[in-house]
């Protein structure tokens, strides 16, 4: 891999204008076998060093934003994405995976769809009538297109059942098929007009379009491919993905015939195969197969990750792969002080969009390809947004090819450059590079950290180049005058920064946890870390056990941990952000009239006891929960053991109810540690 923070943040930022162009202007900028591609890049860097993710990173995202012009609306039931392979082994790691979480079933049967390459809806009937057609939106919000939605003839507007479910919700595919595609591209022609780039554009731009004539003649098509009917005591609800498609066909919908009921992989592999041969002949674009767990009663037991159904998956087919001439390898300083090498091409089509860069990971993937400047290489777009190099062809080096040498000074600050003993990544471990400083302000500043609105990366850059900041606690001494000197900055601009960056002093602890920026703490380690350590202080005195023992804390995150609180210039800038007034503790208890949460216990009763807790409480915060057992003579720690009196069990409680089960330790609810506390 590459120097990670610089291909984290190049891939992301490539991803982010490719998901703007898609979404938000109907003008895609790249093919989606390459998004498709560089966002499993991006996923996988990202799992590899969780303190790399950012809120706005698109992994932390279910899809795109939602256009101005139509009313924005809630899902019903969210939409989400599914998760992607390539090839058939990665079909079958993704069996293996669902089998170790419940058990290997005896008889499996799968669904295999074709992934249509439209656009996905969301319909709503009430009593068998369509009362909203919604767009994805990024999965949980959606844009209100129910008129456009209506001039869709294989879109029913009522359904063709004599007795309806109360509500049903459909999702499916619309699309534009090949003929009717050439059509309208060739009408823009005449008119002097720009060609859409392919169907799946085409269809997006007709959808968003405010006039429903103009989207009743463009003749859109739709398949429906999910059915949820939102009455559970009614007989009609199928227990199988089988099942549904053929009900959505009863009920009027145009479901793809193309489908079938595997009995095994074999017969998933089959059908892909021959799909991916047969593609072309079909009249509309697929670019993929959708293997789905055919029974409900399963789907149910696997459920979600945060962005996936464990249950499904969708099989891409090969990417589209092109030949150009590597002119020059550049450098990128990241966060981190990772440095990455980065391909600049002779630009070339490639699926729909031009491509003159492509990611070179680090120098060890740059040996391994035996890549030098001038070579000819294949590039392919195979799911993600920046491009990659697959192989080089020898047989056109010209004698002019020279290899690349990774720099010895960082192009940034000009520090000596290193390589960490066991590491891919060459660093820049001076913490003033200004590279570095402006790829952690940026991340203080992101939404799911500090949220501190206009200080994006161009104001981020201004700063930095002026020297107004020179690390992240500077941000809480600037005050509007000096800022009103930038480029572009007005009074009300700065006031509305400064302003911003005051506001942000009332993030929560754990968003200042993870605005730190320390190595591998992502936003869900980061909240671990700050439940189990309520203080700044508990953090950074921890030791590498107490640490690992969080939960989803591991040995890698909890080193970086320790070894980032270890660090001086760390030390100080923690001390600068409190003294700046920012939260390094969970919010105290609050006195109030309940008497769950103001009245004090009756002498000791948790005198030596050792608590656990686990779970949402209801009546106080775990925090409280901490405070109470204190006062009561108790201790809390961070995880489960023999020496563990009580274990205290909120909603939704995770892995440590079940060691808890294996060492034997009494497990209580919230009406019982009241109980216990108070007597009552």
């Not at 923070?5 to 998901?19: D, S």
């Not at 696997?302 to 090969?318: D, H, M, S, V, Y």
């Not at 960056?501 to 993870?514: F, G, N, T």
Request: aromatic share 8%.
């Amino acid at each position: 891999m590459k120097t990670t923070e610089e291909w984290i943040n190049q891939l992301r930022r490539q991803l982010q204008r490719a998901n703007y162009a898609y979404y938000l202007q109907d003008n895609p900028i790249m093919e989606d076998e390459v998004y498709d591609r560089l966002y499993r890049q991006l996923q996988a860097l990202e799992e590899q060093y969780p303190e790399l993710i950012t809120p706005d990173s698109p992994t932390q995202r279910l899809g795109g934003g939602v256009a101005e012009g139509f009313d924005s609306v809630k899902h019903n039931i969210p939409l989400y994405s599914l998760e992607n392979a390539f090839d058939l082994g990665e079909l079958a790691q993704w069996v293996g995976r669902w089998q170790g979480q419940i058990g290997e079933q005896e008889t499996v049967e799968y669904v295999c769809e074709l992934k249509i390459d439209g656009n996905a809806l969301a319909l709503t009937y009430e009593n068998g009538i369509l009362v909203r057609g919604v767009t994805r939106g990024d999965g949980e919000t959606g844009e209100d297109i129910t008129q456009n939605v209506r001039t869709i003839r294989t879109i029913p507007l009522r359904l063709g059942l004599e007795n309806p479910p109360a509500r049903v919700e459909v999702r499916g595919e619309a699309f534009l098929p090949h003929k009717i595609f050439q059509k309208i591209n060739q009408a823009r022609a005449d008119k002097g007009e720009a060609r859409f780039a392919n169907p799946r554009n085409a269809t997006s731009g007709t959808l968003r379009q405010f006039d429903s004539k103009i989207v009743a003649k463009r003749q859109l098509d739709f398949f429906a491919y999910t059915l949820y009917i939102v009455d559970d005591n009614r007989e009609l609800n199928p227990v199988t993905q089988a099942e549904s498609l053929s009900l959505l066909e009863e009920m009027g919908f145009k479901v793809n015939p193309n489908r079938q009921v595997c009995q095994s992989l074999k017969e998933v592999g089959d059908f892909y195969q021959k799909w991916e041969q047969k593609r072309g002949q079909l009249p509309y674009d697929t670019d993929g197969v959708v293997v789905k767990i055919n029974s409900y009663a399963l789907q149910e037991k696997l459920g979600f990750t945060q962005k996936f159904p464990r249950w499904a998956i969708a099989i891409k087919f090969p990417a589209e792969e092109v030949p150009t001439k590597l002119k020059e390898i550049a450098v990128n300083v990241g966060r981190t002080g990772a440095v990455t090498p980065l391909a600049h091409l002779e630009p070339v089509s490639l699926a729909g969009t031009t491509v003159q860069k492509a990611t070179l990971h680090n120098t060890d993937f740059i040996a391994q390809l035996g890549v030098k400047i001038g070579d000819t290489v294949v590039v392919r777009k195979a799911g993600d947004i920046i491009p990659e190099i697959v192989r080089v062809l020898p047989e056109l080096r010209p004698k002019s090819a020279k290899p690349f040498t990774m720099p010895k000074e960082c192009p940034e600050c000009g520090s000596r450059l290193v390589r960490p003993e066991g590491e891919a990544a060459t660093r820049c471990v001076n913490v003033s590079c200004p590279a570095i400083l402006r790829g952690s302000l940026v991340h203080w500043a992101s939404r799911d950290a500090m949220d501190i609105n206009g200080l994006g990366e161009k104001m981020v850059e201004s700063l930095v180049s002026n020297q107004l900041v020179k690390s992240v606690a500077d941000l809480y001494d600037l005050t509007v005058e000096p800022l009103t000197q930038l480029e572009r900055v007005g009074e009300t601009l700065a006031t509305a920064l400064v302003n911003a960056i005051a506001q942000s002093k009332e993030q929560p602890w754990p968003r200042v946890l993870y605005g730190l920026g320390i190595r591998y703490v992502g936003k869900v380690n980061a909240e671990a870390l700050a439940d189990s350590f309520p203080a700044v202080e508990q953090l950074a005195n921890a030791s590498v056990k107490d640490l690992q023992a969080v939960e989803g804390i591991g040995e890698e995150i909890a080193r970086s941990v320790y070894q980032w609180f270890r660090i001086e210039a760390n030390q100080a800038l923690v001390q600068q952000l409190q003294t700046a007034g920012l939260n390094f503790s969970q919010e105290t208890l609050q006195e109030t009239s309940s008497p769950d949460t103001s009245q004090e216990a009756t002498g000791k009763p948790f005198e030596g006891k050792k608590f656990v807790l686990t779970g949402k409480l209801e009546s106080f915060s775990r925090t409280e929960a901490q405070r109470l057992i204190e006062q009561a003579g108790g201790k809390v720690t961070a995880s489960v053991s023999s020496k563990t009196d009580y274990l205290l069990v909120g909603d939704k409680g995770g892995s440590k109810q079940k060691k808890a089960e294996s060492l034997n330790v009494p497990q209580i609810n919230e009406a019982e540690f009241k109980e216990m506390l108070w007597g009552k």
